[in-house]
């Protein structure tokens, strides 16, 4: 068994213009999945999700947040991971109750993918969206480098009961002028023969040589992944206020307590008449009734 835990590690082809990235989720996989009690085919996509999410954040070189998001007609409605450039997760997917079937497509339909990067700025933002194509959603991002950033991108991504893993290779830009033209197909044929269980279970140095013993490979030191909600108190009073005062007096008439749980992470919050009196005091708002 892998003893790489929660981790992101990247490593080089010295000579070559390909770099890749090997990530193992234990803990904050954990952490994720005992919040809800998500049926077998929903844990494997959303740990595959929570994977690329951080494969996708290493490549942040700002102070920000990456979000994935699967929108879809099948029997996962919606699936959100969002991962910071510190690494730090978390993730939820919403279904329906009676699963009627369990492949990538039969979970999501027909839909979208959509990757967000966005900084405090509300400015800088930018987003990328592809359809719900293929038959995994590694081929759904190999779809999204190649139409979004034009980089020739493969993803390799595995979900079991206690651990998820992948792996990402990626040619530099300009890289097939450079060195050995031939090193992106020779690398992709070597790493296409990679199998799930190898992903879950061998070191990163124990599956870099599996796959690539002939390369000069070298990896770098791991950065360390965390599960971590950005849920607070103030971000569940705007949602209140958005609500409005008359709904939320609504609530606290019939049960004299108002308890909000974030999606995320379950926690609690609770307000009451004394807290929203205090709220609503320099005005309100109407509308809207997620919280994050």
């Known amino acids: 068994m892998s003893q790489d835990k929660d981790q992101l590690r990247r490593f080089v082809f010295d000579q070559l213009p390909v770099h890749g990235r090997l ?18 085919p929903v844990r494997e996509l959303l740990g595959q999700a929570m994977v690329a999410s951080v494969l996708l954040a290493a490549t942040l070189k700002f102070h920000g947040q990456l979000t994935l998001q ?9 699936l959100v991971v969002q991962c910071t450039d510190e690494l730090s997760l978390r993730g939820l997917a919403r279904y329906e109750p009676n699963l009627k079937g369990k492949s990538f497509l039969e979970l999501v339909g027909k839909g979208r993918m959509l990757v967000t990067l966005e900084t405090g700025n509300a400015d800088n933002r930018y987003q990328g969206i592809v359809p719900l194509e293929g038959d995994s959603l590694a081929q ?3 779809t999204y480098f190649y139409t979004s950033e034009q980089l020739p991108t493969r993803f390799w991504l595995a979900s079991g009961q206690a651990t998820a893993a992948g792996m990402l290779l990626q040619q530099l830009p300009h ?31 124990e599956l870099l040589l599996r796959l690539f013993h002939e390369e000069d490979v070298r990896m770098f030191e791991p950065r360390r992944v965390t599960f971590s909600c950005l849920c607070t108190r103030d971000r569940v009073e705007d ?9 939320v007096g609504e609530v606290l008439s ?5 308890e909000v749980h974030c999606e995320f992470c379950n926690k609690p919050y609770r307000f009451d008449e004394v807290d929203t009196a205090r709220l609503f005091a320099t005005g309100m708002g109407g509308g809207s009734s997620s919280v994050h």
Not at 254 to 258: A, F, M, P, R, T
């Open 23 to 40: 990530v193992n989720l234990n803990a904050s996989l954990k952490a994720v999945m005992d919040l809800h009690p998500y049926p077998e």
């Open 70 to 78: 699967l929108q879809g007609d099948g029997d996962v409605k919606m």
């Open 140 to 142: 759904c991002l190999d």
């Open 175 to 205: 890289g097939a002028a450079v060195g050995d033209e031939d090193a992106w197909p020779r690398l992709n044929m070597l790493a296409g023969t990679l199998t799930d269980p190898e992903l879950l279970e061998l070191s990163d140095r």
């Open 239 to 247: 949602v209140l206020k958005m609500l409005g005062e008359e709904e």
């Open 254 to 258: 019939e049960k004299g307590q108002l």
